[in-house]
Structures are given as C-alpha cells and as structure tokens.
C-alpha cells in the first residue's frame, strides 16, 4: 500500500537553529498537507499545498515557517529560528482528487 | 472558531465488549468526517469516513453514526480487541479552499484483557 514517508523520524536541534523536514508524498497525490502535535495534544493544522503554491495556513504558520516542493517528490516545511514551543510532532499528509488523506509517521522535532 | 471536540477523554473496556467513542462537532457546513487512529509514536491511520449526506456507515467491526441535527459523530467498534488500543480522533472538513482536517481532542481507548 502507498505510504507517505518522513525523514528524518527523530531531529534535535538547539533554539535558534534552522530545520526542514522532509516528506516524500504518494506520488499521484496532488494536494500536500503539514500538520503539527504538541505532545498530548489534538493535531493542528498548518498549512496546505497545490499546484506549487499555498492554499491555506494557520494562524501557526507564520513567517517562521515556510513549505517547499523542490522537485516531483518532496514536500518540506522549514522552521526558521526554532523556539522551545516548537517542539512537537510534524505529520506530512497528502491526498488526490478524492477523499483520501494518508498521514506520514512523523517526525518528532524537540528544541533544546 | 469552529472546532470539534469529544466528550469522553478516556474509555476503558474489557476485551470482547462494544466500544462507543463520540465527538461533537460545530462546523455545519462540513461535509465530511473521518476518525482516525493513533498509535503511540505513529500518525494518525485511517479508520473509516462519512459523508455529510449519509448518517450511517459500517465497515469492518467499525460503525459511524452522524447526526447533523445535533452535530454529533460516532465511532463504534464491534467486539473490541487489545490491539484497538490507542487515541481516537474525529476529524471534519469544513468549507475551505485547502480541504484541510480540523481534528477533535482524541479519545484514548484501552481494553482490559
């Protein structure tokens, strides 16, 4: 089965660093979500992609954060300047033209 | 803003008995549901989704009810099983130019062998 793939799984980084994460989406899916969770939380969305452009953001998705789809098959979200409340899941999901969201594994940020 | 939201944060139940997990949702415009779940550690799996204009839908051991007069979701799990413990979620789409989910709290279901 088509999965949505995340790497890396796990990344640390020190406050005031930069990171991406990188999601390698189902490769006949045009549309391309992040969504985030704080650790005991409900998902929250961040923002949405298709056809090279945003759709529609959060109100967490400020000019911290900023999407990327370098090539055919990578989908990335780029956190500028982490803080200490950044540190939570990431989920990459994407979808074709019908009802199918597919949900990425994650990957875990943790800002120290 | 418009959110979803459940009732119940935690459900306990011995292994064999029927599940309910319920989510209430204020978005009327939204036109379709989806329960998720999560294992620890992992993203949110598909389970099984309605449309708005159905108020029933079964799949395999999984049932959701919608009721759009009070803005309520259902996911029943026939004959629960150890390994259907997890958080549950409910998500909507609303009437939005990205389709987004807007996900509830989540509900964390254990079952007692």
């Known amino acids: 089965e088509p999965e949505v793939t995340q790497t890396p799984s796990h990344q640390v980084t020190q406050m005031g660093q930069e990171v991406i994460l990188r999601c390698v989406p189902i490769s006949n899916h045009l549309y391309f979500y992040w969504y985030r969770q704080i650790l005991g939380q409900k998902v929250e969305f961040l923002v949405s992609?298709?056809?090279?452009?945003?759709?529609?953001k959060s109100e967490i998705f400020d000019d911290q954060f900023s999407v990327e789809r370098p090539d055919g098959s990578n989908f990335t979200l780029k956190i500028r300047s982490t803080k200490l409340e950044d540190s939570a899941m990431y989920f990459c999901a994407s979808r074709d033209n019908s009802d199918g969201y597919t949900f990425g594994s994650g990957t875990r940020l943790t800002v120290v | 803003g418009e959110s979803v939201g459940l009732h119940l944060p935690t459900l306990s139940v011995q292994e064999g008995d029927n599940s309910i997990i319920n989510c209430a949702y204020s978005?009327?415009?939204?036109?379709?549901f989806i329960w998720y779940k999560q294992e620890s550690g992992k993203g949110p799996q598909f389970i099984i989704d309605?449309?708005?204009?159905?108020d029933k839908r079964q799949g395999q051991r999984v049932t959701v009810l919608l009721n759009k007069t009070v803005k309520h979701l259902s996911l029943q799990i026939a004959a629960t099983q150890p390994g259907d413990s997890a958080v549950y979620f409910c998500a909507e789409r609303g009437n939005n130019a990205g389709n987004m989910l807007t996900f509830g709290g989540g509900t964390r279901l254990m079952v007692k062998p």
């Open positions: 992609f298709y056809n090279n452009e945003i759709s529609e």
């Open positions: 978005n009327s415009a939204s036109d379709y």
């Open positions: 309605i449309r708005s204009n159905m």
